[in-house]
């Protein structure tokens, strides 16, 4: 196993990070699309109707608490008639083009997804090449070599799909067998769900981890040597399979470095932004709680776009700062490897 210095790779990829700050837009992409999440949130609201609820004090007593039941079961009950009324109302076609019309948003938004973030890893991972290199790097000459690889890393995230998948119908056909088997013979059954859950797990996991290693390696195969997506795909696994020690440490480095830079990043954000924050809203709860007005509204809508665009850049830069690493490991393992072909 050859010796990588990690100090040396870790200093080269800041330098490199720091120095080329139009590779910033390709992770501030992959900071929005590459593995973020995203969250929703829906509010209703009803109008009121004459319920003719039956009427009761607010003594805890028994005969109270019956009829805080009643109310609630009848509130309940009023509540599940006016939906199954209103979804019941709605013709069924209109239930299936609703349905068709959420699969193309879903489809399309996937597909958009897909290509920007195959775009951002391709431009990114050259563009970093490119640099180590000293050779001028912007967004005009990286930007067409992430778009010339936007097909193979798509193929290539199919693939893995695929096989992810496989793998883990593979995982349920086997547990379904071990309950098929506690149905006819008990004892077996039993043990045979414990041993291959077991197995199946660790298998999965250490799965997992080298199908990530593998998609380090093989986007830059196809990227940096261009690799079809399966040769990437079988050439990645090998070079995962026998450098799994310094990829495991390089990526337990990226880990330790992106947690620590983030919790300290969001801890200087929350006392720079915190304090001002706070006087802004702090009136409101002057002499019991009232509605913030348009100024503090405003004011707090602010500080919270600078929160939300610092911290996605602090984020960016780490991005761009990993995959440096990720490069420059992968260049000393595959120059070592063709080397001693």
């Not at 939906?83 to 959420?102: A, M, Q, R, S």
């Not at 059954?189 to 199908?211: A, D, E, N």
């Not at 998609?215 to 195969?221: T, V």
């Amino acid at each position: 196993m050859q010796n990588i210095d990690y100090g040396k790779i870790i200093k080269r990829s800041w330098e490199l990070t720091w120095k080329n700050k139009w590779l910033w837009v390709m992770g501030l992409v992959l900071a929005a699309f590459g593995g973020g999440s995203g969250g929703g949130g829906g509010s209703g609201g009803g109008g009121s109707a004459n319920t003719n609820l039956p009427n009761a004090s607010l003594s805890p007593g028994p005969t109270n608490i019956q009829n805080i039941r009643q109310q609630t079961s009848y509130v309940l009950g009023e509540a599940t008639n006016i939906f199954k009324n209103w979804v019941t109302g709605i013709p069924v076609g209109t239930w299936i083009l609703l349905g068709l019309l959420i699969l193309i948003v879903a489809v399309f938004t996937t597909a958009v997804i897909w290509v920007l973030t195959s775009w951002a890893k391709g431009a990114l991972i050259a563009g970093l090449n490119m640099a180590d290199m000293d050779e001028s790097v912007d967004l005009k000459n990286v930007s067409p070599k992430g778009i010339a690889k936007i097909k193979d890393l798509i193929i290539f995230n199919l693939i893995s799909s695929g096989i992810t998948t496989v793998l883990i119908l593979g995982i349920i056909f086997i547990i379904g067998i071990g309950f098929l088997i506690k149905l006819l013979i008990p004892v077996l059954g039993i043990i045979w769900l414990i041993l291959f859950g077991i197995v199946g797990v660790l298998g999965f996991i250490i799965s997992m981890v080298l199908f990530v290693m593998l998609s380090i390696y093989a986007e830059r195969l196809i990227v940096l040597k261009n690799y079809s997506p399966w040769n990437a795909w079988k050439k990645g696994l090998s070079l995962s399979k026998g450098n799994f020690i310094p990829t495991f440490v390089m990526g337990l480095i990226n880990s330790v470095i992106g947690c620590t830079s983030g919790c300290v990043g969001l801890l200087l954000l929350g006392l720079v932004l915190g304090i001002p924050g706070y006087f802004l809203i702090a009136p409101s709860f002057d002499n019991g709680f009232h509605f913030p007005g348009i100024g503090q509204i405003i004011g707090i809508a602010i500080l919270f776009l600078i929160f939300v665009s610092i911290n996605s850049l602090i984020k960016a830069v780490f991005i761009v700062f990993n995959y440096g690493n990720w490069n420059l490991l992968f260049k000393e393992i595959f120059n070592e490897e063709v080397k001693n072909e």
